[in-house]
């Protein structure tokens, strides 16, 4: 079988003992019988020669080619020598629905990968791509008390539109002159919750006009909602106020929400992408050899269709992450790290579209939300013409809208939530919850750091067919008023800090998103 791709010979090459010219490379690579010119190439290599040049491997090909020519003979292809008509199969990469393993792949070692071109045949005046949100080079916030306050308006206005069409919403003003028995309604932020001594809930509202205590009975129905809050959120009640006027009395409770008749989008060709984040590199436990698996499959005709790679965040280790992180990298510096990246990101294939979004460990500010790279990371990560989004970037692809985000507030969402609701285990279900409200980190002060913007980006204006996360490093997915929700596990091993914290990562998967049908398959690269 052809090595077919200059990751396949810069492994072949390693576990041999060999280096190579990255022009030499791209010769072999190139070659009609790569596999056979390599051969050819080491066997007439110098006894005390260590790194195979381009001039030797020209020398190589210029003779094979010459013999090609004197022995074709008619059926056979004059440049290859091959036969007019051939059957070839490849041995299929199973999905990891099948439960078993991918074929080897060769150690690369001390290898430096070239930069691939598009070596399939892929149109790519049919792709159609277009970003939203994204607020790179756009950071207005200085952290006073007025930018604050405009966040959070800007919020209580975009989430309450949501919901004025299911309520008859009157503001706490308003509703504070009723009189005691009146039934109202009101929308409001969540500022406060908690329980009386009775056990009922005791939610406190707060909008533009002042704050309303609301009561939820302990027996009713809905109480189970109240368990589902986080302050700072936008909902809305319904109900009876109290003969004083001084409470409300919750009936029913709602939540922005997705539309349950949202109908998602799809492409109007067969064309795939594949959805990944925390590569993580320059950490010990990345998984190098599973990385080489996954870009060479994407040179396989298996994944012809694969035309978008989509990448959630965490692409470095980042240094000073938590405690002791230094014990465990593998780079020390931030910027080889991105280096790095940047020389494994070349064995994908060249005529991919590739977007990424930064996470919690990449080295752009913790605050959300988080501007692209700046311009030095930038040129580090030119490899492809890979573009650097805002986290969270809405990313509408040949007309697939999908939502990145890296991620970091599931934590939060999953230490406040019933376990029924939010877990570690099942990483879209705490997803689901972010759909629900409307906004992918909606409580301020906690874990999640926010920064004040002149609105808010973190809040799902538009309806996503796709919501795409990584961060908590566990595979996940699925249908939440018919939006896909993906966490798309890492490419990690499980770190000693990871032991601690007792997180069990799923690494080296791949899911891939067939744009046309919504449907996914996930593949397994270790």
Known sequence: MPLSTPARIVSELASRGYNAEPAAVTRLAGAPESETALERALETMPDD????????VDSVLDRSESRAAATSTPGQDAETGASAVTSATEPEDPSVSTGTEPPNSPDV??????????????????????????????????????????????????????????????????????AGGS?????????????????????????????????????????????????????????????????????SLHFPDIPRTHSPSTADRPVQAALISDVHVGSQEFMEDA??????????????????????????????????????LDIIDIYEQYEQFSEYLKEVPGDM??????GNHDAVRLAEPQPGFDEELRDIMSVHDASVHSNPALVTVEGVTILMYHGVSLDEVIAE??????????????????????????????????????????????????????????LGWGKYHNVLALNSGCWQAQTEFQKSVNIDPDSGYAPILDLDTLDMTVRKFT
């Open 49 to 56: 020669a260590l790194k195979l040049t381009v001039d030797h």
């Open 109 to 178: 070692g001390d290898g430096v990968p070239v930069e691939t071109k598009g070596s399939r045949d892929v149109d790519i005046s049919k792709r159609a791509i277009e970003v939203a949100n994204d607020m790179t080079g756009d950071s207005t916030g200085t952290g006073e008390y007025n930018d604050f306050v405009q966040v959070f308006r800007d919020r209580y206005e975009k989430l309450a539109s949501k919901l004025r069409g299911r309520v008859n919403h009157r503001p706490t003003d308003a509703i504070e002159n009723m």
């Open 183 to 251: 039934e109202a309604a009101l929308i409001g932020m969540v500022s406060d919750i908690r329980s009386t001594a009775s056990g009922h809930w005791l939610v406190e509202l707060e909008d533009t006009n002042g704050t309303f205590p609301c009561l939820v009975m302990k027996d009713r129905p809905i109480a189970d909602l109240v368990q589902q809050l986080l302050l700072d959120e936008v909902i809305a009640v319904d109900g009876t106020l109290a003969d004083d006027s001084g409470i409300l009395f919750v009936d």
């Open 291 to 328: 990385w080489h698996r996954f870009t060479d499959w994407l040179h396989t005709p298996e994944a012809e269709h694969v035309e978008y790679l989509l990448i959630a965040g965490d692409m470095v280790e980042g240094v000073g992450i938590y405690p002791e992180q230094d014990k465990e």
């Open 353 to 358: 579209e590739i977007r990424m979004i930064p």
């Open 417 to 474: 939530l019933p376990d029924e609701e939010a877990s570690y285990e099942e990483p879209h279900k705490a997803m689901y919850q972010l759909l629900k409200k409307r906004h992918v980190a909606p409580q301020y002060g906690g874990h999640t750091r926010l920064a004040p913007e002149d609105r808010d980006y973190l809040v799902m204006e538009e309806v996503p067919d796709v919501f795409h996360t990584g961060h908590v490093h566990k």
